[in-house]
């Protein structure tokens, strides 16, 4: 089922998310319906916050990006209460980033290129890894929405200052995407 994703001003985007327990509702059912709703808006990850819930899932695919990235060719993986448990800032990249719930606005962000995560998959297995590359900066970017951040929170206040009209007509509803979306009250 697709789901609606919340846009920026939905306080759900700001709570810090819950891990879930191994026996949570409908696990399987949630997963499922993030991946189809971020397949459906054409997004590479989409964190459970963004669908209302303030829960510590994630959804993934770089399977998008296989022509240029061929080892992401059929990427595509649920994260469950991930958490990221060290930061390798030695390198680090700027990148444009863009998101389902601030549907418009891409900015450069920088990020460490490395980062070690520990998670659940789908199946309740223990993972704890150091991850790397474009991988690495879409956990960032989803795994800041369990933290209640958006990456316009990472970019330099010059920057925000210059995409304030575009953040206030979010906040005020004003939004033109071609996916099903919750505006702020």
């Known amino acids: 089922m697709i789901l609606p994703i919340y846009i920026l001003g939905q306080p759900v985007l700001r709570q810090q998310a819950q ?3 191994a026996d949570y509702p409908d696990l399987k059912q949630l997963i499922a319906d993030m991946f189809e709703t971020m397949y459906r808006s054409n997004g590479v990850g989409l964190a459970a916050p963004q669908i209302g819930k303030p829960i510590r899932v994630v959804v993934i695919t770089l399977d998008c ?3 240029d990235f061929p080892e992401y060719k ?3 993986a649920a994260y469950i209460n991930p958490h990221i448990v060290e930061v390798d800032d030695t390198e680090t990249e700027v990148l444009e980033e863009g998101c389902l719930s601030l549907p418009g606005i891409h900015e450069p962000v920088r990020r460490p290129k490395r980062i070690r ?3 659940l998959d789908e199946d309740l297995q223990s993972h704890d890894e150091w991850v790397d590359g474009y991988l690495a900066r879409v956990m960032q970017h989803e795994f800041d929405h369990l933290e209640g951040k958006v990456f316009t929170d990472r970019i330099s ?3 925000r200052q210059l995409i304030k009209r575009k953040l206030q007509a979010l906040l005020h ?3 033109s995407c071609d996916y099903k979306v919750k505006l702020p009250r």
């Open 19 to 21: 891990d879930i327990p």
């Open 117 to 119: 995560v520990q998670w």
């Open 157 to 159: 206040p010059l920057r």
């Open 74 to 76: 059929g990427f595509n």
């Open 65 to 67: 990006l296989a022509e």
């Open 173 to 175: 509803g004003q939004v």
